[in-house]
């Protein structure tokens, strides 16, 4: 009998995949770009063994990003998946196990990330030729690195295995994986003052502030990053490795032990975020519950469920969900389809409240310590980084989910028409988003005006906020449009979203960072911030609005064909985000 | 003065040369087609004959490649508005909104087909008691049987009242009682006055349930016309069924003997005779047997199904 023979089967199917070795040669010569980039432009103020320091940090730290990354890109949706389509049963009836199946699926989804990883740490050791980093430091990297990828996939395949819904799945994977990297050394610091150094707090605090932080990817890093200036915490650094490996290990066993149990559909999920949500929910249920239970009444039906009740809370009750249709459904039925989930809008108010609440747990813990430029710059980041990447996925999850159900084909066979849908889905967007968006653009003006150096504005500190804001507000809309398209094209919501951030968040920088290298080799240095600043948001500008516009005219000519895509022949798949004119087959009916 | 007479009613539909190709694969080849209204037209072919293709161009979703085809006298290709307003379509595989109620989801589509609000909830009304859904009226759509979703779905085309249905495999996948209720429903709808386009691959009840068929065979039209002519027009080699008192190998010997018989063989204790081609008088067969010594007992005509001429007239080679 073969040993593990999906896992067999699918080293050999990537073998043969082109995207295998595509993905290994452009891991790293990225790496090799981030490298040349550092060179060229840091290299003219800085001490070579400095430069060398640099450049491996900033690597390491990138490489890390990427391994925590994995887990939501690769293997979140990887078995929910099968479950949504039928497919997991048919494994089952076959001889295989759990554990088959779940490192079977871990090499077809991860194998790819793992080799982009394997292809970026050669160029990790450059450095090493140009001094000031060890043979040590290399191997420690290399070794955390490989551990953070592992674990990043070990919870993405757990929380895949627990859910049904990729939404689920995504969440249930990024929420596990930022509780132990971040949250739980965030807990440590605050119990034991592990970090802040005020005081060192009583033993057993340190104990349970140490046993907080020995899983945390997150403390390996910033016990690598630590080590590599000067620090000398190399038990606790392989002490961290070997318990985030034990966790991974723990989270794989619990998923094949699991996945047999759970590939039925009536099986209940207990993922971590369900059990919290769950709690949530019942916590208010009850609430609610309370003065309408107190008393029996004569011929009153049994006590609603949990489920009702969030029925209810996401679609409204039954005169609720009328009035909403009245109001919407005559403007136009499309923004209803889009917009009827009432809870869209609350969980981005619940998100800002929540990050308000941390806001101020972190002020007031820190004191004025907190009050600097880089937390009001973290903290811009952040909410523009979410509220980004949150429309990119909501912008695709409706044409793609109708698309992929058939639902879609029905919508068109009515005379709603294809800019009345488009519109309707903006509308709704705009519904979920537009609030939001406005209360970010008032923190933001609020945190640009709190900081004052000798009580004068800064002008390049006034500047770069007052860019930021334009590129939000401006990437908003781009994603809006381009995430639509990439929905309706793509073959997941994830990848949609995967595209959509890719083209108008990161392929901006991308080009920036070309540009200022160019600017570099060709000793044209731009000195002034102004002009650095003005760079990035042409570059910004400029691809968000070719990548909306061709997104806009695509939709308009093409939604059509695409919307029943599953009667037209297998096609070659098309790597380029912005669509080609599909010529074997004449245009749709568009009128 | 001579009175004008009316003018002619239009078709429900009729297509003239229709083609579409896929790249180098001709789905429609050239497709001459027409549907009378208040015609209960079943569609027959193999897998990939052409069926669905012919009524995805009907429903306005893809253009054709060559020809044309025209729904009472509207062009689907140029004027596919108003052709949208007067078709329901229902596709083989439709998804549902699973987290909808029923009435939320025909209110839905009612509004797509612009029906003002005040006539939305008796029209949802009317046509959930139309297919026997007005029980489930407040159920979550994704809870429904696949046989009340197929129904839900035939509720969904008659929102708007449309005078045309284009129904693709409507019964696939439902059991035996379902699909029964389906085609009550159909009956029903066509004693309403729409005009029905059906495809399917259960023919044995088509020919109960429609009155026109039209067979499809690598995008051609093989036939299209009356139940009973494609009968009569494939009743090549005619199959009487003959059942004798005593020995039926005589029985056998002596009607092989005649020119008019093609073929006469045993059938567990009956004789199975096929005429030759363009004799069809059973007279010859009685003839023969008294001849001969033998009583006959029994002497039927085997009736051509719309099974056996489909398989007649097409190959398989679509399949």
Redesign the interface.
Same mark, same amino acid.
């Given at each position: 009998m073969t040993l593990l023979p999906i896992v067999g089967r699918e080293l050999r199917v990537a073998a043969r995949r082109k995207r295998t070795y595509w993905s290994r040669t452009s891991a790293a010569a990225m790496a090799f770009v981030v490298i040349g980039w550092m060179l060229l432009t840091v290299s003219r103020w800085m001490p070579p063994e400095m430069i060398s320091r640099s450049i491996f940090s900033t690597l390491t730290m990138l490489l890390f990003v990427y391994a925590l990354a994995c887990g939501a890109g690769a293997t979140a949706d990887c078995i929910s998946s099968e479950k949504r389509e039928g497919t997991l049963g048919l494994l089952f009836l076959t001889d295989l196990k759990g554990y088959d199946i779940v490192l079977g699926k871990l090499a077809a989804s991860a194998l790819g990330n793992f080799y982009s990883l394997l292809a970026a740490l050669p160029v990790l050791a450059i450095p090493l030729l140009l001094g000031g980093v060890s043979v040590d430091e290399l191997v420690r990297a290399s070794a955390l690195l490989v551990n953070t990828m592992f674990f990043s996939v070990a919870v993405g395949m757990w929380a895949s295995v627990r859910s049904h819904d990729d939404r689920r799945a995504m969440s249930a994977t990024v929420g596990m994986i930022v509780l132990i990297t971040a949250v739980l050394p965030a807990v440590a610091a605050i119990v034991g003052g592990y970090f802040s150094g005020r005081s060192a707090g009583s033993s057993s605090m340190n104990a349970i502030a140490e046993a907080l932080l020995l899983p945390s990817p997150g403390f390996a890093m910033g016990l690598h990053q630590s080590m590599q200036f000067g620090g000398a915490k190399l038990g606790l650094f392989w002490g961290s490795l070997a318990t985030t490996l034990a966790l991974s290990l723990a989270f794989l066993s619990h998923a094949a032990w699991q996945l047999p149990r759970v590939w039925q559909d009536q099986v209940k999920e207990r993922s971590f975020g369900h059990l919290l949500g769950n709690l949530i929910a019942r916590l208010v249920h009850a609430v609610w519950q309370l003065p309408r239970a107190w008393q029996k009444k004569p011929g009153q039906p049994a006590s609603p469920r949990l489920g009702d009740f969030m029925d209810r809370m996401t679609y409204g009750n039954t005169d609720q969900r009328k009035r909403l249709r009245d109001r919407l459904l005559d403007e136009n039925p499309y923004l209803w389809l889009a917009a009827r989930e009432r809870l869209k809008p609350v969980v981005i108010w619940a998100f800002l409240a929540n990050l308000a609440l941390l806001w101020i747990a972190g002020a007031v813990w820190a004191g004025d310590w907190f009050f600097n430029p880089a937390t009001y710059v973290m903290t811009a980041l952040t909410l523009h980084s979410a509220l980004k990447y949150w429309i990119a996925t909501e912008a695709s999850r409706r044409l793609n989910e109708d698309r992929r159900s058939g639902a879609l084909e029905l919508v068109l066979s009515t005379p709603l028409t294809v800019p009345e849908i488009l519109a309707g889905q903006l509308r709704a967007l705009g519904r979920q988003f537009a609030r939001p968006v406005v209360v970010v653009l008032l923190i933001d003006l609020i945190l640009m005006l709190a900081y004052r150096e000798n009580q004068r504005y800064d002008e390049e500190w006034i500047g770069s906020w007052a860019a930021g804001m334009v590129v939000f507000v401006a990437d908003m809309w781009f994603l809006a449009w381009f995430g639509m398209w990439q929905g309706l094209k793509s073959k997941s919501v994830h990848a949609a979203t995967r595209t959509a951030a890719g083209v108008i968040l990161v392929l901006p920088w991308v080009l920036y960072f070309c540009g200022m290298t160019l600017a570099a080799i060709g000793r044209a240095h731009i000195n002034s911030f102004a002009a650095a600043c003005a760079l990035w948001v042409g570059i910004s500008l400029t691809v968000g609005l070719i990548a909306a516009t061709m997104a806009r005219n695509n939709l308009s000519t093409r939604l059509r064909l695409l919307a029943m895509e599953r009667y037209q022949p297998a096609g070659k798949s098309s790597w380029w985000p912005f669509g080609r004119k599909r010529d074997d087959a004449p245009p749709v009916i568009d009128s | 003065m001579s009175e004008t007479p009316p003018p002619e009613p239009k078709p429900a539909v009729q297509t003239f040369g229709l083609t579409?190709s896929? /790249?180098p694969?001709l789905a429609l080849d050239h497709l001459d087609l027409t549907i009378q209204t208040g015609d209960l037209f079943g569609f027959i072919g193999s897998n990939g004959a052409g069926k669905?293709?012919t009524l995805?161009i009907l429903?306005?979703?893809?253009?054709?490649?060559a020809g044309r085809a025209e729904i009472f006298g509207h062009d689907?290709?140029? =004027? *596919? =508005?108003a052709v949208?307003?007067m078709?329901g379509?229902m596709?083989d595989?439709? /998804?549902?909104?699973k =987290?909808m109620?029923v009435t939320?989801y025909l =209110?839905?589509?009612a509004?797509?087909?612009?029906i003002?609000?005040r006539q939305?909830e008796n029209t949802c009304a009317d046509v959930l008691e139309l297919v026997g859904l007005t029980e489930k009226r *407040?159920a979550l759509v994704g809870a429904l049987s696949r046989g009340m979703q197929q129904r839900l779905g035939l509720a969904?085309v008659l929102v708007?009242d449309p005078k045309l249905l284009l129904l693709d495999e409507p019964a696939s996948g439902l059991d035996p009682r379902a699909r029964i209720e389906m085609m009550a429903v159909l009956h029903e709808l066509q004693r309403l006055g729409k005009t029905i386009i059906i495809s399917s691959h259960i023919l044995s009840e088509l020919q109960t349930l429609c009155n026109t068929v039209g067979i499809i065979e690598k995008g051609k039209l093989i036939y299209s016309g009356p139940v009973q002519g494609v009968r009569d027009q494939m009743a090549t080699g005619l199959i009487y069924w003959v059942t004798v008192a005593s020995d039926a190998a005589r029985a056998v010997e002596l009607l092989r003997a005649r020119p008019e018989i093609a073929a006469a063989e045993p059938v567990d204790g009956q004789v199975k005779v096929t005429f030759a081609d363009g004799h069809r008088d059973a007279s010859v067969l009685a003839e023969a047997l008294l001849a001969g010594g033998v009583k006959l007992t029994g002497l039927w005509e085997d009736e051509l199904g719309l099974e056996e001429v489909f398989l007649r007239v097409t190959r398989g080679e679509t399949q």
């Open positions: - | 579409r896929y /790249g694969m669905t293709t995805r429903a306005t979703f893809l253009a054709p490649s689907v290709a140029k =004027d *596919g =508005d949208r307003r078709i379509y596709p595989f439709f /998804g549902v909104y =987290d109620e939320e =209110d839905f589509f509004a797509c087909y612009k003002p609000a939305r *407040g969904r708007h």
